[in-house]
């Protein structure tokens, strides 16, 4: 019997690819795991009108982790056009499978290493090395969302905030409302982890990410939460500083800063940001971790347009590959696949399009294999 079970998502477009691509890498490192198929993704949706079937959470839960490629996600309207006819108004509502992982499975922690590694003609910088920490599962992608606004929840947010009465003459049609919803809980969470991270890593400091200024309840919660906990880590400073000015002084001193840690929505963005200084989503990692289980993915999209021409950048799947390696405790084999990595980007003989080469997603896993 293999030593680890792991879920394999491929999911749509490239995710089936760039996870093919992780296939050779792993083979190569002699991982002694079993790897189970699990369906997800818009072809299951357009099918059976649930983008995750019961079948694929069942298969997570016998699982040790999984390894997920992409998915497409479209808007309502769209996603409603896309059933198969038999399937249409009957009630079924799309969501995106890999929050829906995210929440049901309690990965709180979105880690997302952004690094770059010489030779990459993509860097905005060299020698940029962050880490940002992204809380997983509430704020604005909780879904607690409404449209059209019904008339008792209007009247329950007139009645305990006056701000809102500037809205009661406005149709109720009219409005959209999303919940940002954030628990001390998780803010005690994601920035604990950040701090152990930086810890453990001999990170210089961690910075918290927020908007209090203006959003004051929830980007105030995170605040104070992260204040309180800094106390327990007295050799690592805390910083703090808002999003928008966040997004202008890693362009400006990306060197400054080391550990990031946010809630969902802006660590989402921050991190795209943070990506684009080391190459681009082609090169960015993420981890969605939680304390029993966790699902490693790359950030980048399903590129239909892509699909099938075996064209991208796996080094961002291949580099999740590392990030599962690490949490399931093989470090040394993680070791070995991120120098065999960063020894490709150095050499520049194999790139893909993007990297202004002409090899194949194929090819650049099977070099790194080589190197291995």
């Known amino acids: ?89 009957k009630g079924f509502v799309y969501f995106s499978p890999i929050v829906k992982l995210r929440q049901m499975f309690n990965l709180r922690t979105n880690l997302r290493p952004c690094k770059a590694y010489p030779g990459n003609p993509l860097n905005y910088r060299d020698k940029v090395d962050l880490v940002v920490f992204r809380e997983n599962t509430e704020d604005l992608y909780s879904g607690v969302e409404f449209y059209p ?11 305990h905030n006056e701000r809102m009465k500037k809205f009661e003459k406005t149709p109720l049609e009219d409005i959209a409302v999303s919940l940002r919803i954030i628990t001390r809980k998780a803010c005690q969470n994601i920035v604990r982890d950040a701090f152990e991270y930086a810890r453990k890593y001999n990170r210089k400091s961690v910075t918290v990410v927020e908007k209090p200024n203006v959003i004051r309840e929830t980007s105030g919660l995170m605040i104070r939460e992260a204040r309180k ?31 990031l840690v946010t809630s969902n929505m802006f660590g989402d963005i921050i991190s795209d940001l943070a990506a684009q200084l080391v190459g681009g989503l082609g090169f960015a990692s993420s981890g969605n971790i939680g304390d029993d289980y966790a699902v490693f993915e790359p950030t980048h999209g399903s590129a239909p347009k892509y699909s099938g021409m075996n064209k991208v950048n796996p080094m961002a799947t291949l580099l999740s590959v590392k990030l599962m390696l690490d949490w399931l405790g093989e470090t040394e084999k993680a070791s070995h696949l991120e120098s065999a990595i960063a020894e490709v980007i150095k050499e520049g003989k194999v790139r893909t399009y993007d990297m202004g080469g002409k090899s194949t997603t194929t090819e650049v896993a099977e070099e790194v294999a080589r190197k291995l």
Not at 14 to 41: M, N, P, S, T
Not at 149 to 159: G, N, Q, R, T
Request: proline content about 8%; overall charge negative.
């Open 1 to 89: 019997m293999a030593k680890y079970r792991i879920a394999w998502l491929p999911g749509d477009g490239i995710g089936k690819e760039v996870l093919e691509a992780a296939r050779i890498v792993l083979e190569r490192i002699k991982l002694d795991a079993e790897y189970i198929h699990g369906d997800i993704g818009w072809e299951f949706w357009c099918q059976e009108g649930n983008p995750l079937p019961d079948r694929t959470i069942q298969l997570l839960k016998n699982t040790d982790c999984a390894l997920f490629g992409a998915i497409t996600s479209k808007p309502k309207e769209e996603a409603d056009a896309e059933l198969t006819p038999p399937l249409r108004g």
């Open 229 to 259: 906990i800094a106390k327990e880590y007295p050799e690592i400073p805390l910083w703090e500083t808002n999003i928008d000015a966040m997004c202008m002084w890693l362009l400006k001193n990306p060197f400054d800063y080391d550990v």
């Open 149 to 159: 606004l019904p008339s008792e929840v209007m009247s329950v947010i007139c009645k």
